[in-house]
């Protein structure tokens, strides 16, 4: 994005540091956009922005939805708006043959996110820059399922979460490396309980299951991903991780 229509920080570090890789992958397709037999690279580059941004919304997905707000599922709509017309973009390559064509769709791209971005995303950034401060994650009563071993299982996964914490902000990152080892085992073996337990009872399941597959992938994505501070990614995004599941996925399911 040029400077001027530069997102401002959020207040998330996650969040600001994949608006900066996205900024840098729009000056990519700006640059690939130039070439009059650059169709090949400009639809890469697109390519590149698309996966980039998926995964930027669905992290937005994660703290939004932690962090607490209703809104977060209709915000989701407004993603998926997003991404379909980049898509149909995509599918569209041909039409934009000149670099003429190719600079006019990559303005109204930068100018639909900033859009996005300011109108829509920035009336969280206040209550989200709020949770990200407190770096202890209290347990409280609106925390309890009322089933006890799913209790006390959410209790462990957040005593985990704020040792983890408390490593980061330490910078003991090979002691925050082996906490996050220790909280994806708990984890992956407290979502198959969940699972066998809605079983179990004629449940509805599928769903349930997808939501966990979905949490552990992306979690899995961001920290394998090349760049992130181990702290950041505990701070700023896997509490909401925590929040989201125990708040949203459980409250929902298991108490309905």
């Known amino acids: 994005m040029s400077q001027t229509r530069r997102i401002p920080p959020s207040g998330n570090p996650l ?17 690939a956009a ?7 690279a400009f639809g890469a580059a697109l390519v590149e922005f698309r996966r980039a941004l998926a995964r930027h919304f669905a992290v937005e997905k994660v703290i939004f939805s932690g962090a607490g707000f209703d809104a977060a599922a209709s915000h989701d709509g407004a993603h998926a708006v ?23 769709i ?22 989200v820059r709020a949770h990200s401060g407190n ?12 089933i006890d071993w799913v209790d006390d299982q959410h209790r462990a996964m957040v005593d985990l979460f704020n040792q983890m914490s408390c490593a ?6 090979a002691a925050c490396a082996d906490l996050l080892g220790r909280f994806l085992e708990l984890t992956r073996a407290h979502f198959a309980a969940e699972e066998r337990y809605l ?9 349930h299951r997808a939501e966990h597959a979905r949490m552990l992938a992306q979690l899995d994505e961001l920290a394998a991903a090349d760049g992130h501070d181990l702290g950041v990614l505990v701070d700023h995004y896997l509490r909401f991780w925590v929040m989201e599941h125990i708040l949203g996925i459980d409250r929902q399911d298991l108490t309905a």
């Not at 990559?106 to 209550?127: I, K, N, R, S």
């Not at 079983?199 to 769903?207: I, K, Q, S, V």
């Open 34 to 40: 130039r070439d009059d037999d650059g169709s090949a």
């Open 199 to 207: 079983e179990a009872r004629g449940r509805p399941l599928p769903h």
């Open 106 to 127: 990559l303005d109204e791209l930068e100018q639909t996110l900033l859009d996005h971005e300011m109108l829509e995303d920035a009336a969280y950034w206040d209550a």
């Open 135 to 146: 770096p202890v994650l209290k347990w409280s009563d609106l925390m309890v399922i009322g």
């Open 168 to 173: 980061a902000q330490a910078r003991a990152h």
């Open 15 to 31: 969040i600001d540091q994949q608006h900066d890789r996205l900024n840098t992958l729009i000056h990519q397709a700006v640059l």
């Open 82 to 104: 997003i991404l379909r017309r980049l898509d149909g973009i995509l599918e569209s390559l041909d039409l934009f043959g000149t670099p003429t064509a190719r600079h006019f």
